[in-house]
Every structure is written in C-alpha cells, then in structure tokens.
C-alpha cells in the first residue's frame, strides 16, 4: 500500500491540511477529549507548524494524490523539545515523535505505520539509541501498531494529563 503516498518533510504550503488532519483524526477518537474540553490541545493541533522551534524538531507528510496531506507527524531529534510532562524530555541520545495523525477518509494505507517507521529511521540516522512515544487509552489502533513495530510499553514514562492516563513507550534502537 506504501506506494499510494509518498513521505516527505512537510513545508508551509502543507500547513493548513496538516492542522485539519490533526484536529480531525484526534477528534474522531472516542473517550478523548473533544475540542470544547480542551480547546488549547486542539489550537496547538491545527497550527502544529508553531512547535518548529529547532533544528531538532521536524514535521513530516504522508502525501496522496500528488497534494493532499493524509497523515503527518512531529518528530525531535532531541527530547529537551518533546515537551510531554513526565521524564521523557530528560532522556539523552534519543528521539520521539508525538502527534500522529491520519486523515479519517485515509486510514487503512498503513500511513500511520509508515510514518512511524520514517521517524524509526531518522532515529537511526540521527545514531539514536531509543525511541520514545506516549499515546492514551483511547489511542486503541494507535497503541496496538506501536507494540507491533517494537515498541514496548514504559511505565516510568506514564504521566497524567488532566486526568488522562498517557502511558509511554520506548524502542531500543
């Protein structure tokens, strides 16, 4: 199915779609909190561009028909701008990504596992020697790929998230 997109940095002609495809997918999700709870998550998902703060942090695209943006991701090269509560921003000479999305009319192409393997390689690029990720409860499809590719789950970088369980998980690289 890989060959129905393509993967690549994102750049500011994407941002728009990106910012639909985060809020959409994540608004989707059952047992999570809509935007009229958290109205501030939902601001930092549709412009997710304003986190590119770094050299370190990049955002990638799961591409479909030559222009639509079906998935995306944040990636960081350096933990010090994961910006998660918990012990994960402490971690050296490792990466992690958080907010991934895919478009709800894109799921099934296996774009959230292509995009998660695309930031498992620039980990290995960057000589990591882990990989942290967080996901929730309600992030069922999302937990169960991750545990397939190789995560496994890390309890001591749970944290709780107005009284939302986030449970992290690494990769050894």
Not at 131 to 137: A, G, K, R
Not at 152 to 164: R, S, V
Request: glycine share 8%; proline share 3%.
């Amino acid at each position: 199915m890989k060959d129905q997109f393509i993967i690549r940095d994102a750049d500011q002609n994407d941002y728009e779609q990106i910012g639909r495809v985060l809020v959409s997918s994540y608004t989707l999700l059952n047992d999570f909190p809509k935007p009229q709870e958290q109205p501030n998550y939902y601001d930092k998902l549709q412009h997710i561009y304003k986190l590119l703060t770094d050299d370190s942090i990049e955002l990638f695209v799961a591409i479909i028909n030559d222009q639509k943006v079906a998935g995306t991701v944040l990636f960081f090269g350096d933990m010090a701008y994961y910006g998660s509560k918990g012990t994960a921003t402490k971690a050296k000479n490792t990466a992690g990504f958080r907010f991934l999305g895919v478009d709800p009319d894109a799921q099934g192409l296996g774009i959230g596992k292509a995009l998660s393997l695309h930031c498992i390689d620039r980990a290995k690029e960057l000589k990591c020697k882990q990989v942290i990720i967080h996901s929730t409860e309600a992030m069922k499809t999302a937990r169960s790929m991750y545990l397939k590719i190789g995560f496994e789950k890390a309890p001591y970088l749970d944290f709780d998230w107005d009284g939302y369980g986030v449970y992290g998980f690494k990769l050894d690289l």
